[in-house]
């Protein structure tokens, strides 16, 4: 099969279409023929190796755990192993790879236990392809916030692939949502539903308006101190970014001397969270925001735009047409 593979860290063109062995399901695991994948966060850090630490998980001088990226699928199962019962072939399905990663291939083994769902019926497998890592990112997030009817959240970056299910599932819950963006995405913030928007550069969302219950940084850019400040009294501040040391000593500190807290690390998908966003996404509350295609073997090209860091929504790989 062919699989999109990086020898050495580096810039985009480590990224290489090579041919390799198609895997074989075990007893426990399913065999997704592969449609589309993306060009997420995750993928491009851990081929740059960035942070450094990155390179405990992957190998210190070059990559030996991942060698094929790619952190969320859409597909149809091709096989499953005898002790399989939940899928069966045919099934159209949505999967976060976690950190096996292997998305950027013609086909990927992934246990049935994992976390992969049945595609939502009502769009595309490029457009599944862009939900797993973003979406449940948003939701998880979210309910550590505790959000609920009323209240009051602030979105930055409300155009990325995390901001904008941040917009969207917030105002499912009832929120007031202000959304933080560039001049050229305030029309999709609005469109995803933010009450208000905030053109970053423009104007400082520390200037005016209301405390916050909930302020949700999905793209590491946001003043930590302004943040706080601008929170209500048992407010939260979320933090989905790669983690480093002073925001981490800062957040217990805020967490331990007021009610206001600081909520940040890692997180992992479920299969229980994919089928609640099928269902989301099948009664027209969610919809994704893709920016670019690329084929499958444009991979270097996808990363390259993607790293840039101006993307709205998300950068997809087409493997298949489907």
């Known amino acids: 099969m062919k699989a ?21 399901p075990k007893n426990d695991e399913i065999l997704i023929k592969v449609y589309a994948a993306t060009a997420a966060a995750g993928d491009w850090r851990l081929r740059k190796a960035d942070p450094f630490l990155a390179r405990l998980f992957n190998g210190l001088r070059r990559p030996k755990r991942v060698r094929i990226l790619g952190f969320e699928l859409a597909g149809v199962v091709e096989s499953t192993g005898g002790g399989v019962t939940r899928y069966k072939p045919g099934d159209a399905v949505f999967a976060a790879c976690g950190m096996g990663f292997g998305a950027y291939a013609e086909y990927k083994c992934m246990p049935e236990s994992s976390s992969v769902a049945l595609k939502p019926a009502n769009i595309t497998f490029e457009e599944a392809a862009a939900v797993p890592v973003g979406a449940c990112t948003a939701l998880h997030f979210l309910r550590k916030g505790n959000i609920r009817r009323g209240s009051r959240v602030l979105v930055y970056g409300a155009s990325g692939s995390v901001g904008t299910y941040a917009v969207q599932l917030a105002k499912h819950f009832g929120a007031e949502v202000t959304g933080v963006c560039s001049t050229s995405n305030l029309t999709l913030a609005r469109s995803l539903g933010a009450d208000r928007v905030i053109d970053y550069t423009k104007e400082k969302f520390e200037d005016n308006g209301p405390a916050y219950d909930i302020i949700f940084d999905t793209v590491g850019k946001s003043p930590f101190k302004v943040c706080v400040k601008r929170l209500t009294r048992n407010g939260f501040y979320l933090r989905a970014v790669h983690v480093s040391p002073l925001p981490i000593i800062r957040g217990i500190w805020t967490n331990l001397t007021s009610g206001k807290k600081v909520i940040g690390g890692s997180m992992m998908e479920s299969a229980e969270d994919l089928t609640y966003l099928k269902e989301l996404i099948e009664a027209g509350v969610l919809r994704t925001v893709i920016d670019h295609r690329y084929p499958l073997e444009q991979a270097a090209e996808a990363h390259r735009y993607a790293e840039q860091g101006h993307k709205k929504g998300n950068v997809v790989l087409t493997i298949r047409q489907g």
Not at 10 to 19: A, F, H, M, N, R
């Open 4 to 24: 999109i593979v990086y020898e050495r860290y580096g810039p985009p063109d480590v990224l290489q279409l090579q041919e390799v062995r198609k895997p074989e």
